[in-house]
């Protein structure tokens, strides 16, 4: 894990010396609760077994002068004990290359380059990883933004000797409008490379959650706060796993601050 431990360090240092001389651009906290029948449990003896749960989500996403920064915690409450109740928590903090090298890198293509990070945490599997790589945010005038990172993932070994892989991500801010209403579509895939471990090979996994909502504030004047939706939970080979493949509606309510 010292490579780990020096990526984090090199990071963290990055992040203190932009923090001094940040300007914040725009910042927004969201927190949100879902609903849905269809999670699957990926290992054991009950692999594939599908249980209820409710989801609470509290994120920040903000942009600077230096970059741009995600924050999201998801607390998974099983209602039927079969995964059992979960916390998972990605921090992540992409550093503009205009900013770094003092030159505007905007064309008819892209918005900017980066140098992204991001670091994963999963209780009670006590699985942290750390990812790096490069990014970009494409320069689209119909969306608020569509990013896409390329990550090398450095995996936590976790005492079964979990080897590095690759991941591709895409997210994606998309308003529109029906009739007299607003509208947004959000979301993002994941999609990480097959890689070994102790017990044998782990299958690449695709993982997305996309989500439409109906900016419900507007409809009384208070734009961009009340939100409800649904968001599909959609995983294949869910944690690497074969055929292990997921599905999962969820209603969604959320409230930005």
Known sequence: MKLVKSVAISSALIATSFTAQSEILWSNVALSYLNGDGYKQAFGPAAGTETKADVFTLEHAGAYNWGKSFFFMDRFIDNNNVIGNQTYTEVGLDFSLSNLFNTKLENAVIKDAYLVTQ???????????????????????????????????????NGIGTENNMQLTT???????????????????DYATAHKNNFGDVEATFHTQPQIKLDLGDLWGTSNKYYVGMEVDIWRNKYGQKDINETTPQLMVQVNF
């Open 171 to 189: 997210a994606w801010s998309i308003p529109f409008s029906v009739a007299s209403t607003k509208w947004t579509f959000d979301g993002f895939f």
């Open 119 to 157: 670091w994963e945490n999963a209780n009670p599997v006590n699985t942290d990883n750390l990812l790096a790589g490069v990014g970009v945010r494409w320069n689209v005038d119909w969306a608020t933004f569509i990013d896409t990172n390329v990550y090398y993932r450095i995996q936590d070994k």
